[in-house]
Nanobody, 126 residues
Framework: QVQLVESGGGLVQAGGFLQLSCAVS????????MGWFRQSPGKEREFVAS????????YYGEAVKGRFTISRDIVKNTVSLQMNGLKPDDAAAYYC???????????????????WGQGTQVSVSS
């Protein structure tokens, strides 16, 4: 049974930082794209960042480029999202996701990801 479990959310002041973690289990994630998405009430799910599990290539959404860093630890089976310089607009539920890498895979499209975690809430006070 595939499981993705997020942790690390919380309340932080604008300009502060948080690190989210996603513990993954239940299958090999070789040739998988691991992604982070976020969603605020009334808004569509937004791509944040992605990383190829066994290659390490990363990709970021424009809104977070230069502030957030995605990484993975293939020994601990975790995917992390370091978030610096947080803004009130970054407040959302953050979701970890995994999708099988294939030709034409688009990291930003949530439909390409088969597995999802339950999410962790990030709140940013101004």
């Amino acid at each position: 049974q595939v499981q993705l479990v997020e942790s690390g959310g919380g309340l932080v002041q604008a300009g502060g930082f948080l690190q989210l973690s996603c513990a993954v289990s239940g299958r090999s994630f070789n040739n998988y794209v691991m992604g982070w998405f976020r969603q605020s009430p009334g808004k569509e799910r937004e791509f944040v960042a992605s990383i190829i599990w066994n290659g390490g290539s990363t990709y970021y959404g424009e809104a977070v480029k230069g502030r957030f860093t995605i990484s993975r630890d293939i020994v601990k089976n975790t995917v992390s999202l370091q978030m610096n310089g947080l803004k009130p607009d970054d407040a959302a539920a953050y979701y970890c996701a995994a999708g099988s890498l294939r030709e034409g895979f688009g990291s930003v499209n949530p439909r390409n990801y088969a597995y999802w975690g339950q999410g962790t809430q990030v709140s940013v006070s101004s």
